[in-house]
């Protein structure tokens, strides 16, 4: 998962819940977001952001830009 989104820039995402729930939000990556990376425990690709419908910091993993 190389940049996919640039810095400052809102996108949507769209990922499924681990009770299979498939939920969309609106996102962006700022300074104090990780951005893309791996989890240590299972190495499956996560991303990190700014979720603007819960106002706060998410991880997302089985995401997909929409």
Known sequence: ?????????????KYTKKNG???????IIND???????RAKDKRPFLHYWDFDKRGYRYATNWELI
Not at 1 to 11: A, E, I, T
Not at 32 to 38: D, F, I, L, M
Request: glycine share 12%; with cysteine; hydrophobic share 25%.
């Open 1 to 13: 998962m190389d940049k996919l989104v640039k810095d400052n820039q809102r996108f949507k995402i």
């Open 21 to 27: 729930e498939e939920v969309r939000r609106f996102g």
């Open 32 to 38: 104090k977001c990780r951005g893309y990376g791996n």
